[in-house]
Every structure is written in C-alpha cells, then in structure tokens.
C-alpha cells in the first residue's frame, strides 16, 4: 500500500516537475517577445517614413489635381495610429462605431474642467463638462492637460489596474518618449481607435488690388476639405450675408469676420451633427439680418455718433452675443432703458455658445465691408452727400474770390490811374476765348508816363494771378 502511495506521489511530482519545465520556457519566451516588442516601438522613430506613414491625415484621399475650393468628391481619410498635436487644437478619440473615448489637449495655460481636483469627484469623463476648457489656476497647484497623462490608480479601480501597473508605466514611458521625439500621440490600435474626422466649409477673404467701380472690393474664396481638430485657442470664421433688407426696405451685403473659440469640444463635436460650420453660419446671418430689419441703412452702412454702440459698432455688438452665455448680459443690460433690446428679445442670443463656441475676449467680430446692392440706392444715399460736398467747394471758391477781389481793391488804392484794371481783365478773357488768332487792339487811354506805370502794375498783377 505504501508503496503505491510513493510511486504516485513520485508520478504527480513529474508532472509539476515537467509543467514547471514548459512554463519557465514559455515566460522567457514570452518575456522575450516583450522586449523585442518594445525595442522595436523604441526605434519606430527612427525608421524613415514610418512615423509618418502611421499618423492619421484627413485628406490623404484628395486628389493631386483637385482643387480645395472644389465640392468634397473624396472621402475622409481615418487611418492612423498617431496624430499631430499642435497648440491650441482638441482631438477627439472616437471608437468604431463613432462613440467618444477621449479629447486630447495640448494648450498652455489651460485644462478640462473635469481634470481640476475640486471636480474630479463630481465630473465624469462621459459628462460634457468634463471636456469643458478652463484656464489653468497655477497658484491653486492646477496643472495644464497633456495629451499622455500620467496613469494614475484610483479608489475604484486599483484593483484591477494594479495587476497590469507595471505594463501601464511602461507603455506610459513609450508613449512620451515618441511624443517628444515628433510630436505624435499614439491614438490606439485601428480601427478601433481613432481621430474624428469631420467636413470643413470655410470662406478666405481676399483684398482686389483694382476692384472696378460698383464692385464689392473684397473677393470671398470657399475652402472645402476635412478637419480632425477643434480650435480651442482663436479662430476666424468669415460670412458673406448676400442680401439684407434695412428698415427703411433698402438691401445691403455684409461681409464679416468673426472671431471665436471653442469653449467645449464635446458640444461642437457631438450637438451640431457634426456640421458645426452651418450652426455658426446660421448664427452669425441670423444677427445681421435682425440688426437690418431694426435700423435705417444710414445707420448699418456708418458708424453712426460716437462710441461703439452705434451703426457698425454697435451690430459688431450684436454678433459677439451669440457666442456669449446668457448670464454675462444679466448685470449689463439697462433696466431702465425701454427702447434697448434685453438679452433674450433676439433668437440668436447664446445660440452658438450653446454648442460650444464662445466669441474671444477682447475680440468683437469685425464688419469688414457693407454695400449697396443697387445703383440707384447709391445714387439717392450718395445725392446728399454730393449736395454738403458742393456747398462746402463753393464756400471755399468764393473766399478765394473775393480774397482775390480785395488784392485788386488794394492795387488801385495804391494806383488810381489804375482804373481801367477791369477793362484790361475783360480783355484778357476775350482775347482767351478768341484764341492765338485773335487780334485786339487794346487802349487803356492816355498814354502818358503815369499811365504806363499803371499799365505795368495791372500786368504784373494779371500774370501773377494766371
């Protein structure tokens, strides 16, 4: 019986002993592999092409022969497994299905409200002010959001995490190492993971160097491509509203540059259908048109009195408020003033920053050209203007006139027998009209040495005068 009991126990020992065998085998063989694997991504820097062969870019699908401003014949270009970061840009990360992972950020001065710790708790990565950007608050030891960041074990999920924290610091090391040599971050495998790509409309405003008479001076040229960033940091955005009815019926043309941010990636990615370019379009012509319809065209085509509330001030105004929450206007409209629009009387009130794009600091929209549409609604504007114009020449030719007047006046005092000043200027008009053919005798009278001092001065005066 014992030795039965010995002869198994010596079997199951050569099972371990031969299992123990294979799986040391098996880990140096897949520890190998590890670092194989990973010295390889350590030199992908280093291989020609292959970085840039690997990161994503959204119109490598446009034809060599097709022009920007033509219609979107391609489609997006997705493939990737890096992207470029440049200051001031959000990327989002997307699954395959097109559902949001993460927003990727590189700005100074600047971070996800829901990386602050005061919000770690209370924001989500799944909540859209999560993705909300804020300046960073240094002093208060807030630091700016990095496209890698640090991987970090949290209370709910330590448990989990720290079974594979070793690996996580080492891909964590990779991924920066690569970030900056290039300035490429790794997106993840795809098409798993993946840059949103969405399809960009944006107008160029460019300077005529001899614009014809009658003509808009400005020539506007639509770009059509794709983008796979939101600015966060200022962008411009020009619109070209064609036709305007003023109060007073007279149609206009309004060119104007807008200046904005993107306050919130998430809403401008995922609350527009992705064509946020058309929301903010619709906005920026919804403010103009409103404007038109409640003041005079004297007051849309000038700037109308003094300071910025007035004419194209004051509709520069008007445009800035769609990319401004409600709540900044609550302290700063005029209670007391009844003809003053409140916030909210105007649909376009808050309307593009309720899909995240804010208007920029210290940077109201800028009119940059208002025409007449008709020939004729010039004609009847400018006739006024014309009008003041004449008045004010003719003042000014008849001072000189008579300036001119009172230097004869000055000359016969000193001369009296210079009297027949008046005779000798008539003649000079006559003889100019009659021409270089022209035969006049003229006689000034006498002929004595008096009158011929006189003749002297009258000629002198006259040849100064022509």
């Not at 039965?4 to 010596?10: N, W």
């Not at 002093?139 to 709910?156: K, N, Q, V, Y």
């Not at 014309?386 to 300036?403: I, N, S, V, Y």
Request: aromatic share 12%; charged share 20%; hydrophobic share 40%.
């Amino acid at each position: 019986m014992f030795g039965e009991i010995a002869l198994a126990l010596r079997a199951i020992y050569n099972v371990l002993f031969d299992y123990s065998s294979v799986l040391g085998n098996v880990s140096f063989v897949a520890l190998s592999i590890y670092a194989v694997f990973f010295g390889y991504l350590f030199a992908l820097p280093f291989i020609p092409g292959a970085m840039d062969f690997l990161t994503n870019n959204p119109n490598g699908y446009r034809p060599d022969n097709q022009d920007e401003a033509n219609k979107l014949e391609y489609t997006a270009a997705t493939f990737g497994f890096f992207t470029d970061m440049q200051q001031g840009r959000v990327k989002i990360v997307v699954s395959m299905g097109g559902q949001f992972v993460k927003a990727l950020m590189d700005y100074s001065g600047h971070l996800f409200a829901g990386e602050k710790p005061e919000s770690r708790n209370d924001l989500s990565p799944r909540n859209p002010g999560y993705w909300k950007v804020v300046e960073t608050r240094k002093a208060l030891g807030e630091r700016d959001s990095h496209p890698i960041p640090f991987p970090r074990l949290t209370r709910s999920t330590w448990w989990y995490r720290s079974i594979y924290y070793p690996h996580s610091l080492l891909w964590w090391l990779w991924k920066r190492y690569v970030y900056f040599l290039t300035g490429k971050v790794f997106v993840g495998i795809y098409p798993f993971r993946k840059i949103r790509t969405d399809g960009m409309r944006r107008t160029l405003v460019i300077r005529l160097q001899n614009p014809k008479p009658g003509e808009l001076g400005i020539q506007l040229v639509q770009k059509n491509d794709y983008t796979d960033h939101y600015r966060v940091g200022r962008f411009q955005f020009a619109v070209f509203v064609p036709n305007v009815n003023c109060q007073d019926t007279i149609p206009v043309s309004v060119v104007v540059n807008f200046i904005g941010r993107v306050d919130n990636p998430w809403l401008t990615a995922f609350e527009t259908d992705g064509d946020w370019p058309t929301r903010l379009f619709g906005s920026i012509s919804d403010a103009v048109t409103a404007f038109g319809r409640t003041h005079p065209v004297s007051e849309v085509l000038t700037t109308k009195g003094e300071g910025a509330d007035k004419g194209a001030g004051k509709l520069s105004q008007l445009i800035a408020r769609i990319g401004k929450p409600k709540e900044e206007y609550e302290t700063h409209e005029a209670q007391d003033d009844k003809d003053k629009p409140k916030f909210g009387d105007y649909t376009f009130d808050g309307s593009a920053s309720a899909f995240g794009i804010h208007t920029a600091p210290d940077a109201f929209p800028q009119i940059i050209d208002v025409s007449l549409l008709s020939g004729k609604d010039l004609e009847k504007l400018a006739a006024p203007a014309f009008a003041l114009a004449q008045e004010k020449a003719d003042e000014h030719l008849a001072t000189g006139q008579a300036a001119y007047t009172r230097e004869i006046g000055k000359a016969l005092k000193e001369h009296p027998q210079a009297e027949s000043i008046s005779l000798a200027e008539a003649y000079k008009g006559v003889a100019a009209a009659a021409g270089d053919k022209a035969i006049l005798h003229i006689n000034l009278g006498g002929g004595s040495s008096s009158n011929d001092s006189a003749l002297e001065a009258i000629l002198k005066i006259l040849k100064d005068k022509s």
